[in-house]
């Protein structure tokens, strides 16, 4: 069984369109985040929600924004995609936020390329 | 400033010649230093987490060790399904979140 699941994995689109990422986990964790990782393959968090309560917003563009409608999922809708949002998405959960003693250990998704022409 | 920086960028070894990774890391209150790989594709893969100084983990041919500035990933004897991108990361006390290092891609050629 798949832990954390993200849909689509590949996603080819126009400047300008707006898109979404889904994230689901089985894991029963409490905490889900997303994260973006660049060309330079450097892994930056966008977005943390704790019981579907936003904990972490970073300093992104207010065209992402994060929605949980249960504390199982986890989904990212993208406005008018520029192609600076070329990247992969990793969507990842744990069991806390930052409880300690292993139950902050974040579990991640296989990734979202998305690719903005 | 807060920051987590992994060295070598790059690692190349022969089948069975053992090598250590850096993660430095200057961060006000450690609550974790984590070690993730991840292979090409493909969504990082936790390995470790140390939570202070002098702590010590190891899986199979993987060993990270933590001390008050740094972090080693030892790999003893590498094969070649060891190749991968080893991804450290900590959260402090004040952060609540992980900051990764850019990565040290290994390739372990036969």
């Known amino acids: 069984d798949t832990a954390v699941s993200q849909t689509p994995k590949y996603l080819v689109t126009q400047m300008g369109n707006d898109k979404s990422i889904k994230c689901e986990q089985n894991?029963?964790?409490?905490?889900m985040y997303w994260y973006k990782q660049d060309s330079k393959k450097f892994l930056k968090i966008m977005f943390s929600y704790n019981n579907k309560e936003l904990i972490i917003n970073e300093t992104v563009p207010n065209r992402f924004s994060p929605k949980s409608p249960d504390k199982a999922h986890l989904n990212l809708h993208i406005n008018s995609l520029e192609l600076g949002d070329s990247a992969v998405y990793f969507c990842?959960?744990?069991?806390?936020?930052?409880?300690?003693?292993?139950?902050?250990?974040?579990?991640f998704g296989p990734g979202t390329r998305l690719l903005v022409l | 400033e807060d920051q987590v920086t992994q060295s070598p960028e790059a690692l190349r070894l022969q089948e069975g010649e053992s090598s250590s990774l850096n993660c430095s890391y200057t961060v006000s209150g450690l609550r974790g230093l984590f070690w993730y790989r991840q292979d090409p594709g493909k969504g990082p893969e936790f390995l470790f987490t140390l939570y202070s100084a002098g702590e010590e983990k190891e899986k199979e041919r993987l060993k990270a060790t933590l001390t008050k500035k740094e972090s080693f990933l030892h790999i003893t004897a590498p094969k070649p399904e060891d190749s991968a991108t080893y991804l450290c990361a900590a959260t402090s006390l004040s952060w609540g979140k992980l900051q990764f290092g850019a990565g040290t891609q290994v390739v372990v050629t036969p």
């Open positions: 894991l029963g964790h409490d905490t």
């Open positions: 990842a959960s744990s069991q806390r936020a930052w409880a300690g003693q292993g139950q902050e250990t974040q579990y």
